[in-house]
C-alpha cells in the first residue's frame, strides 16, 4: 500500500474550543504553528508569518534565533528586530550583549563530540541561565503567535480573551534531548508565562524534531508514492546545529512505527559556519588585519549569509562580499572587499556533516527491521544544494534515494510539532538506551559471581542478604514500545520502625549507554548515569503495613511494590502500584520524574 498526502485532519471531538500551538526553538531560527480547535470542525494547521522587524514583504514562517540584552539583562531586541541596521548601531554604542546559538547550551553532555568545545559556543551573558535566555524566546515566540492570531482572526481580541487560558502546547526538540532537557524547557516555559506551574504536565506536550518532520512530511504529501509498508524510510531533519534522524514503517492505515533508535549528529549548518572561522582564523588570514576579530567577524558573518547558502560548484572558486573597494589585501585573495576561497576548501567545510549524516544512516539500516531505501532531508540545511547533491552522491552509492520537499522545508518543524497534537501518528517508537534500576540483589552463595562479592554483602533487619550495586534491566535497548505498553519491575525495601519514610519515597531510574548488553554489575557508576529520580506518595502504602520479626528479633516493616513506566510516549511517565493487603485489589499512584536540570 502507498501513501498519500493526507490533506484532511478528523474533527476535532472536543466538546469545547481551544487553540494548540508548537513553538519551534531551531539553534539559528525559530519558529511557531497553531490550528484552533472547533468541535466537529477539521482543524487547518496554519503557521505564524509575520514577525516583527522582518524586511520581507508579506513576512517569512521563520525568524532568527537571537537576543540583544544590555548590562542589566534586559531584553533590548530578539529575531528580525536584532538585525536590523538602525538596532544594530545603537546596540554598538550602548555595549548590548548579543546572544545566538544558545539553544547549544542546553544539549546533553553526552552528546558533546571532539569538534565541539564549549568555547566554541557562543557565551551567555553574566547572570543569564540557559534557562532565562530560552525563557525569554519563548516569551518572544507566544506573543508574536498571539498577536499574528488577533490580527488574522475576525473579532480577534476577544478570540483571544476566550481561548488564552485554554491552549495546549507542543514544543520541539533534537532526537538526542532527553527528560532533563524536557524538564528544563517546561521550567522556561513556565517562567515565560506560557501556563502555570500547575498546569504544566497537562498543557505542555514534547515532541523530537525527527518525529515533527515525519507528520510534516504526511500532511504535504511529501511520501506520496512510497510504499512504505514492505520498506522503511529515513527522514534527515537537517537544522542549524543538530542532524536528527528517524526512522520509519507504515503500521496500519493511518499509522507510523520507529524501526530503529533514533539518532542526533550536533553536524548542523552553524558548524559549517564555524569551520570556515577557523580556517580564516588560524589559517588563510592569520597574518593580514582582516584576520582581527572585528574584521573577521564581519567576513564570516557575510560567508553564513550568502557562500554557504549559495555553494553548489567545486569547480569554480568561491567570493565572500564583505566589503568595499578599499578592503585589499592581495596577498591572501581580498580585493574589493571580496574574499577568495577555494571551492575545494569550501566543500571541506561540509564534509564532517556529510559524512555524519552517511554514519547515522547507515546505523540506521543495520538496525532497522525491514529495508530501507529512501531518504526525506527536511530543515533550514537541507536548502543548500551542495549539501543536498552530496548526499545524493553517497548515499546513492549505497542504493537510496534522497528527495526534499519542494518548499518550506524550515516550516517542517513548526507545522509537524501541531499535526504531531492531532495525529499522533507514530504508535511505536524504540528505546535508544537501556534503561533500569541500580539495587541489591538476593545474595546466591552457590553462585560463582555472587561469592565473589560476598565481601559486599549487606544484612537486612530481615536476616536476608544481598549484594549492592546490581543493574536490573527494565527495558533493553533497541526495544520496540507501544505507546500505551507498561513495563514493570517489582522490588521492595525494608525499614526499622524509626526509618518509615514520612515524606515522598524516591527511586532512581538509570540507562546504559554503552554498546553492547549491560554488565549486571555497576563498577564504574559513570557508565550508568541518573536518568531522572520518581517521587511518590507512599503514605497510602506505610499506612497499610504490618510489623514483622527478622531472624534475631528485629522488628521491621516489609513494602513491596512494582515501578510501572511507561517508555512509549514522547516523555517518560511513572506509576508505582502495590497490593492492598485488605482487598486484594491493586492501587496506584503516579510517580513523578525529576531530573537534575542544575547539570545543565
Given at each position: 500500500?502507498?501513501?498519500?498526502?493526507a490533506?484532511?485532519?478528523?474533527?476535532y471531538d472536543g466538546?469545547t474550543r481551544?487553540?494548540v500551538?508548537?513553538?519551534?526553538?531551531g539553534?539559528?531560527?525559530?519558529?511557531?504553528?497553531?490550528?484552533?480547535l472547533?468541535?466537529?470542525?477539521?482543524?487547518?494547521?496554519?503557521?505564524?508569518?509575520?514577525?516583527p522587524?522582518q524586511q520581507?514583504?508579506?513576512?517569512?514562517?521563520k525568524?532568527?534565533?537571537v537576543?540583544?540584552?544590555?548590562?542589566h539583562?534586559?531584553?533590548k531586541?530578539v529575531?528580525?528586530?536584532?538585525t536590523?541596521?538602525?538596532?544594530?548601531?545603537?546596540a554598538?554604542d550602548?555595549?548590548?550583549?548579543?546572544?545566538e546559538?544558545f539553544?547549544?547550551?542546553l544539549?546533553?553532555?553526552?552528546?558533546?563530540?571532539?569538534?565541539i568545545r564549549?568555547?566554541?559556543?557562543p557565551?551567555?551573558?553574566?547572570?543569564k541561565?540557559?534557562?532565562?535566555?530560552?525563557s525569554?524566546?519563548?516569551?518572544?515566540?507566544?506573543e508574536?503567535?498571539?498577536?499574528?492570531?488577533m490580527?488574522t482572526?475576525?473579532?480577534?481580541?476577544?478570540?483571544?480573551a476566550s481561548?488564552k487560558?485554554?491552549i495546549d502546547?507542543v514544543?520541539?526538540?533534537?532526537?538526542?534531548?532527553?527528560?532533563?532537557?524536557?524538564?528544563?524547557?517546561?521550567?522556561?516555559?513556565?517562567?515565560?508565562?506560557?501556563v502555570r506551574?500547575?498546569?504544566?504536565y497537562d498543557?505542555?506536550?514534547?515532541v523530537t524534531?525527527g518525529?515533527?518532520?515525519l507528520?510534516?512530511?504526511?500532511?504535504?504529501g511529501?511520501?506520496?508514492g512510497?510504499?512504505?509498508?514492505?520498506?522503511?524510510?529515513?527522514i534527515?531533519?537537517a537544522?542549524?546545529?543538530?542532524?536528527?534522524?528517524?526512522?520509519?514503517?507504515?503500521d496500519?492505515?493511518?499509522?507510523?512505527?520507529?524501526?530503529?533508535?533514533?539518532?542526533?549528529?550536533?553536524?548542523?549548518?552553524v558548524?559549517?559556519t564555524r569551520?570556515?572561522?577557523d580556517?580564516?582564523?588560524?589559517?588563510?588570514?592569520k597574518?593580514s588585519?582582516f584576520?582581527?576579530?572585528?574584521?573577521?567577524?564581519?567576513?564570516?558573518?557575510?560567508?553564513?549569509?550568502?557562500?554557504?547558502?549559495?555553494?553548489?560548484?567545486?569547480?569554480?572558486?568561491?567570493?565572500?562580499?564583505?566589503?568595499?573597494?578599499?578592503?585589499?589585501?592581495?596577498?591572501?585573495?581580498?580585493r574589493?572587499?571580496?574574499?577568495?576561497?577555494?571551492?575545494?576548501?569550501?566543500a571541506?567545510?561540509?564534509?564532517?556533516?556529510?559524512?555524519g549524516i552517511?554514519?547515522?544512516v547507515t546505523?540506521?539500516?543495520a538496525?532497522?527491521?525491514?529495508?530501507?531505501k529512501?531518504?526525506?532531508?527536511?530543515?533550514?540545511?537541507?536548502?543548500s544544494?551542495?549539501?543536498?547533491s552530496?548526499?545524493r552522491?553517497e548515499?546513492?552509492?549505497?542504493?537510496?534515494q534522497?528527495f526534499r520537499?519542494?518548499a518550506?522545508v524550515?516550516k517542517?518543524v513548526a507545522?509537524?510539532g501541531?499535526s504531531?497534537?492531532?495525529?499522533h501518528?507514530?504508535t511505536?517508537?524504540?528505546?535508544r538506551?537501556?534503561y533500569?534500576?541500580?539495587c541489591?540483589t538476593r545474595?546466591?552463595?552457590?553462585?560463582?559471581?555472587?561469592r565473589?562479592?560476598?565481601?559486599?554483602v549487606?544484612?537486612?533487619?530481615?536476616?536476608?542478604k544481598?549484594?549492592p550495586?546490581?543493574?536490573?534491566e527494565?527495558?533493553?535497548?533497541?526495544?520496540t514500545v507501544?505507546?500505551?505498553?507498561?513495563?514493570?519491575?517489582?522490588?521492595?525495601r525494608q525499614?526499622?520502625?524509626?526509618?518509615?519514610?514520612?515524606?515522598?519515597?524516591t527511586s532512581a531510574?538509570?540507562c546504559?549507554?554503552g554498546d553492547?548488553l549491560?554488565?549486571k554489575w555497576?563498577?564504574?557508576?559513570?557508565?550508568?548515569?541518573?536518568?531522572?529520580?520518581l517521587?511518590?506518595d507512599?503514605s497510602?502504602?506505610?499506612?497499610?503495613?504490618e510489623p514483622?520479626?527478622?531472624a534475631?528479633?528485629t522488628?521491621y516493616?516489609?513494602?513491596?511494590?512494582?515501578l510501572?513506566?511507561l517508555?512509549?510516549?514522547?516523555?517518560?511517565?511513572?506509576?508505582?502500584a502495590?497490593t492492598?493487603?485488605?482487598?486484594g485489589?491493586?492501587?496506584?499512584?503516579?510517580a513523578?520524574?525529576?531530573?537534575?536540570?542544575?547539570?545543565i
Amino acid at each position: 500500500m502507498q501513501l498519500t498526502a493526507a490533506n484532511r485532519h478528523k474533527p476535532y471531538d472536543g466538546k469545547t474550543r481551544k487553540l494548540v500551538i508548537a513553538l519551534d526553538v531551531g539553534t539559528t531560527f525559530g519558529g511557531a504553528s497553531f490550528a484552533k480547535l472547533e468541535p466537529g470542525i477539521p482543524p487547518e494547521i496554519q503557521g505564524v508569518t509575520r514577525f516583527p522587524g522582518q524586511q520581507k514583504v508579506g513576512g517569512s514562517a521563520k525568524v532568527p534565533s537571537v537576543i540583544y540584552y544590555d548590562a542589566h539583562g534586559t531584553v533590548k531586541a530578539v529575531g528580525s528586530e536584532a538585525t536590523d541596521l538602525a538596532f544594530l548601531d545603537e546596540a554598538e554604542d550602548k555595549g548590548y550583549i548579543r546572544v545566538e546559538w544558545f539553544k547549544l547550551h542546553l544539549r546533553p553532555k553526552g552528546l558533546s563530540a571532539n569538534h565541539i568545545r564549549d568555547s566554541d559556543i557562543p557565551p551567555l551573558p553574566r547572570g543569564k541561565s540557559i534557562l532565562d535566555v530560552f525563557s525569554d524566546y519563548l516569551k518572544y515566540l507566544y506573543e508574536c503567535t498571539r498577536k499574528y492570531i488577533m490580527d488574522t482572526t475576525f473579532n480577534g481580541t476577544s478570540y483571544w480573551a476566550s481561548l488564552k487560558d485554554n491552549i495546549d502546547f507542543v514544543l520541539t526538540h533534537p532526537n538526542g534531548w532527553e527528560g532533563q532537557q524536557q524538564q528544563s524547557m517546561r521550567k522556561a516555559a513556565v517562567q515565560a508565562g506560557l501556563v502555570r506551574q500547575a498546569d504544566s504536565y497537562d498543557r505542555i506536550r514534547f515532541v523530537t524534531e525527527g518525529e515533527a518532520s515525519l507528520h510534516f512530511c504526511i500532511g504535504n504529501g511529501t511520501l506520496s508514492g512510497i510504499d512504505l509498508e514492505n520498506e522503511g524510510l529515513i527522514i534527515v531533519d537537517a537544522g542549524g546545529g543538530t542532524i536528527d534522524l528517524s526512522a520509519y514503517r507504515r503500521d496500519g492505515e493511518d499509522e507510523f512505527a520507529e524501526i530503529a533508535p533514533t539518532q542526533c549528529r550536533l553536524q548542523g549548518s552553524v558548524f559549517v559556519t564555524r569551520r570556515a572561522h577557523d580556517y580564516l582564523r588560524d589559517g588563510k588570514l592569520k597574518a593580514s588585519r582582516f584576520g582581527q576579530p572585528d574584521e573577521l567577524n564581519l567576513i564570516v558573518k557575510a560567508f553564513d549569509a550568502t557562500t554557504k547558502v549559495t555553494f553548489y560548484d567545486k569547480s569554480k572558486p568561491c567570493f565572500v562580499q564583505f566589503g568595499g573597494v578599499r578592503d585589499k589585501d592581495l596577498s591572501v585573495g581580498i580585493r574589493n572587499g571580496l574574499l577568495r576561497i577555494e571551492a575545494e576548501t569550501v566543500a571541506q567545510f561540509f564534509e564532517p556533516s556529510v559524512t555524519g549524516i552517511v554514519e547515522a544512516v547507515t546505523l540506521q539500516r543495520a538496525a532497522a527491521s525491514i529495508p530501507i531505501k529512501s531518504i526525506v532531508l527536511v530543515g533550514g540545511f537541507a536548502a543548500s544544494e551542495w549539501l543536498f547533491s552530496r548526499l545524493r552522491r553517497e548515499l546513492g552509492a549505497l542504493g537510496l534515494q534522497v528527495f526534499r520537499p519542494d518548499a518550506h522545508v524550515n516550516k517542517a518543524v513548526a507545522d509537524g510539532g501541531v499535526s504531531f497534537y492531532l495525529d499522533h501518528t507514530v504508535t511505536m517508537r524504540v528505546s535508544r538506551f537501556s534503561y533500569g534500576n541500580r539495587c541489591a540483589t538476593r545474595y546466591i552463595p552457590y553462585l560463582a559471581e555472587h561469592r565473589q562479592r560476598e565481601h559486599t554483602v549487606l544484612i537486612l533487619p530481615s536476616g536476608e542478604k544481598r549484594l549492592p550495586n546490581y543493574y536490573d534491566e527494565i527495558l533493553p535497548k533497541g526495544t520496540t514500545v507501544k505507546a500505551a505498553t507498561e513495563f514493570r519491575e517489582m522490588y521492595s525495601r525494608q525499614y526499622r520502625p524509626a526509618e518509615l519514610p514520612t515524606s515522598p519515597i524516591t527511586s532512581a531510574i538509570y540507562c546504559y549507554q554503552g554498546d553492547g548488553l549491560p554488565p549486571k554489575w555497576v563498577v564504574d557508576a559513570s557508565e550508568y548515569p541518573v536518568v531522572c529520580t520518581l517521587e511518590w506518595d507512599a503514605s497510602s502504602i506505610i499506612n497499610t503495613l504490618e510489623p514483622k520479626r527478622g531472624a534475631n528479633g528485629t522488628m521491621y516493616y516489609y513494602l513491596q511494590y512494582d515501578l510501572v513506566l511507561l517508555f512509549g510516549l514522547t516523555e517518560l511517565k511513572a506509576q508505582v502500584a502495590w497490593t492492598d493487603p485488605e482487598t486484594g485489589e491493586e492501587e496506584r499512584c503516579p510517580a513523578v520524574a525529576v531530573y537534575d536540570c542544575d547539570d545543565i
